[in-house]
């Protein structure tokens, strides 16, 4: 999924922030690896996505914020796509 890839990826550079969108969460992140996402990382999820389903993507938050990882979460009346007004407002 989207956090799986992130993971990957941050762990060789250094981006300013990442963004995941409607993935799962990897089960090999650890407190360590988590810390590197620590004030970077945004989520976004739809509301009615069928295959990240809310109390999914929920329980995902709750691991994350457990390692200590806030992450900044955007949630939006759709299911698994892209959604334009949610990309505009993440630009800022």
Do not use: S
């Amino acid at each position: 999924g989207a956090v799986r890839l992130a993971h990957r990826v941050v762990g060789r550079v250094a981006p300013d922030r990442v963004i995941a969108w409607a993935g799962g969460f990897p089960a090999e992140l650890d407190a360590a690896a988590a810390a590197r996402f620590a004030g970077r990382l945004t989520v976004v999820f739809g509301r009615t996505d069928a295959l990240v389903p809310v109390a999914r993507a929920e329980a995902g938050l709750a691991a994350l914020r457990a390692l200590g990882v806030d992450p900044r979460v955007e949630w939006f009346d759709g299911g698994h796509v892209m959604d334009g007004a949610v990309l505009e407002r993440l630009e800022g």
